[in-house]
């Protein structure tokens, strides 16, 4: 009976230690999200990096790209040319 205990205890113990302890299951299931998480990430940055490359390939090859996106961004314009800019006020 004394043995059946012990092994029950030991069980017990080695299984408290493989859920909580050090590489457990709630570490594995941690780092499993967090996983999950950074493929997420790395999906968004992708196809930020393919917008950059892109926007960056028109700039190189566009002169027509670039006076535009000068023109946006630095709000300038050709002579005799109005820009309107209307703010977003919900």
Do not use: W
């Amino acid at each position: 009976m004394l043995k059946k205990k012990i092994s029950i205890a030991v069980l017990a113990i080695i299984a408290l230690i493989a859920i909580f302890g050090k590489n457990g299951l709630v570490e594995y299931l941690q780092v499993k999200r967090d996983l999950k998480g950074m493929r997420a990430q790395l999906g968004e940055l992708k196809i930020k990096n393919i917008d950059e490359n892109s926007e960056l390939y028109g700039l190189n090859t566009s002169e027509a790209f670039l006076e535009k996106k000068a023109r946006e961004e630095l709000k300038l314009s050709k002579p005799k040319e109005t820009i309107y800019l209307f703010s977003n006020k919900d």
